[in-house]
């Protein structure tokens, strides 16, 4: 039962990278890749609709986190509040900045608030970096290893939203497959924290009692998420296909 309810946390985290990953790396590089006021549109337009069905993965993480794993939910808030009030800020202000931005037309405030989404994602990419690498070392988060850590988190972020984009406008090269290489490639920054602190994750799993009712009663709602997600994909990614994301720039 423990080992499961690890593997749910890390299917979960690994999903919310891979996933929310390509988001983020838009938000990042939206400057670079959209040059004009209409490219930014169209590329913002593009990952919108699947926002929603990223943080979805979070929020999963999040509840799995304080059900199965209390004390470890406890000691982590404790121990890494710095990120953790770090990471909330930037989920802000990167929502805000992509919600806000097209309720006006004038170019002060898309500027303003375009740059809000790029500062949010920058921040999300960073704290999420520094925080795996605080996993791995076991509390320190300023340190050579989660700076480098983070930088590698914003890359690999920049490559899965740049080949996003491209799969977004269409045409030769730009193809399904080099967009679940770019999520495989995404998860993996989560995938190896979580690989190397599993016998420290596992010394803080809940009792078997508590995560018996767990299972009962979190894990058939995993189908339906995973269901979701699926028809996400398949109705917004059609349409986008169809002329949304067309005309994004292409840096391959």
């Known amino acids: ?11 979960l985290l690994i999903g919310y990278f891979a996933l929310e990953g390509f988001d983020i790396g838009i938000g990042m590089l939206l400057p670079v890749l959209g040059r004009t006021r209409e490219e930014r549109d169209r590329l913002v337009a593009g990952m ?29 808030l404790f121990a890494l509040y710095p990120l953790v009030v770090g990471l909330l800020v930037s989920w802000v202000i990167r929502d805000a900045g ?12 898309r500027a303003f608030w375009g740059g809000a ?25 300023l340190t050579p290893l989660g700076v480098g850590y983070a930088a ?58 508590t995560l018996r009712v767990l299972t009962l009663v979190i894990l058939p709602c995993v189908p339906v998420m995973v269901a979701a997600q699926v028809w996400v994909w398949r109705a917004f990614g059609r349409r986008a296909r169809a002329g949304v994301g067309a005309r994004v720039p292409s840096f391959f």
């Open 98 to 109: 992509l919600w806000f931005r097209r309720r006006l037309d004038g170019r002060a405030w």
């Open 1 to 11: 039962m423990d080992i499961l309810w690890l593997g749910v946390f890390a299917l």
């Open 48 to 76: 919108a609709p699947f926002v929603l069905a990223g943080e979805v993965w979070l929020v999963a993480v999040a509840g799995v986190l304080f059900g199965a794993f209390p004390h470890l939910e406890g000691e982590t």
């Open 152 to 209: 590698v988190v914003v890359g690999v972020f920049a490559i899965h939203g740049r080949r996003f984009a491209a799969w977004r406008a269409g045409g030769p090269g730009r193809t399904g497959r080099a967009l679940l290489g770019s999520a495989a490639l995404a998860a993996v920054p989560v995938a190896v924290p979580l690989a190397v602190a599993a016998p420290w994750l596992l010394d803080h799993v809940a009792p078997s009692g």
């Open 117 to 141: 989404l790029c500062a949010g994602s920058y921040g999300l990419a960073l704290t999420w970096g520094l925080a795996l690498a605080a996993l791995v070392q076991g509390g320190p988060v």
